[in-house]
């Protein structure tokens, strides 16, 4: 978890000018390394930037039912599904600003998507795209707006040709719910079991060999515009078509995409020896009160990539015990 100074930031367009000059392309030999099988993710992790982070916890928290798995204060770690995380950062100490576009959504995959919505409709959540369950469709679903305008997607996925290699990993996953002494007004039986991240490409075909050759990811669902590649047992990205999806391509973007990994040197190295993405810094960082480490690259059309390990310190006990590292 990294938060330089946004003035420190590289632009967006050097980044990707400087990913395409590598060519993205891997040492001789190294052809045959798959880094998710062999560094592993253990979860994934969105971080999105406010100017209110105080309210968007409460937000997360208390309408949504996130449990809070760390808080250093200007940036607060919710666990949305086992292995599915959001941060919530104060945009004044972040990486990004919240002048610059929101481009990403998250899906919050739920079994009670009919439940949640009359729910939200009663805590007054503005919706963006309302409830319209169709049958025969591969998902249903309905777009809510946080509290400073990133889009959620509450959405339920169907038996259907389409989710073939989808629905058996959906129905492996435990839902999560908020802890029993929790304060919130979500009702019993409400929760989450998976996430997707929306990311949204000009260049959807080089996405895609990026998140299969350089990251190693495998895809589960091909809808044509919109594709899914699992991160961790219920972790989920997706790239989509930015002319077809709820957001245009943007040069800069209010998200850093995160993966939470237990070998952050394995990455690191394997970064930089193959050229697989371009790196922000040449090392990985320390944080100085010894919570975490981490290092921060660019995928091809400029969304930052950070991997994230956290080390045992006062502040992580509730994090590392939801990631099975706990005393």
């Not at 959807?204 to 350089?214: D, H, I, M, Q």
């Not at 956290?310 to 509730?318: A, M, R, S």
Request: hydrophobic fraction near 40%.
């Amino acid at each position: 978890m990294t938060f330089p100074n946004r003035n420190d930031r590289l632009p967006a367009a050097l980044a990707v000018a400087a990913v395409l000059a590598t060519g993205c392309a891997q040492t001789e030999g190294d052809d045959s390394v798959n880094p998710l099988e062999e560094f592993g993710i253990t979860a994934n992790n969105a971080f999105f930037y406010y100017d209110d982070v105080e309210a968007a916890t409460a937000f997360y928290s208390e309408t949504l039912g996130l449990r809070v798995a760390a808080d250093y204060g200007f940036a607060k770690i919710v666990q949305v599904a086992p292995t599915s995380f959001l941060t919530l950062v104060d945009a004044d100490e972040g990486m990004h600003s919240t002048e610059e576009p929101r481009t990403v959504a998250v899906a919050l995959i739920t079994d009670q998507l009919d439940e949640w919505y009359a729910y939200l409709i009663e805590q007054d959540v503005e919706m963006r795209y309302e409830f319209n369950p169709t049958e025969g469709r591969p998902h249903d679903g309905f777009v809510a707006y946080d509290p400073e305008g990133y889009y959620l997607e509450f959405e339920r996925f169907n038996a259907h040709p389409e989710n073939e290699l989808f629905m058996p990993l959906l129905d492996q996953a435990e839902t999560l719910y908020p802890d029993p002494d929790q304060a919130t007004t979500v009702p019993e039986g409400l929760g989450f079991k998976a996430t997707i991240l929306w990311l949204y490409y000009r260049d959807t075909a080089g996405a895609l060999a990026f998140l299969e050759e350089k990251l190693g990811l495998e895809k589960v669902v091909d809808q044509g515009w919109a594709w899914i590649y699992q991160t961790s047992p219920t972790g989920y990205i997706g790239p989509v078509d930015e002319t077809r999806g709820m957001h245009s391509y943007t040069e800069q973007k209010a998200v850093t995409v995160s993966f939470f990994t237990d070998d952050i040197d394995g990455w690191h190295s394997y970064v930089s020896e193959t050229n697989a993405f371009e790196l922000r810094e040449t090392e990985v960082h320390a944080d100085s009160v010894g919570r975490f480490r981490a290092f921060v690259g660019y995928d091809p059309e400029g969304y930052f990539l950070e991997f994230d390990t956290f080390l045992e310190h006062e502040l992580n006990v509730k994090l590392l015990e939801s990631l099975g590292r706990g005393r």
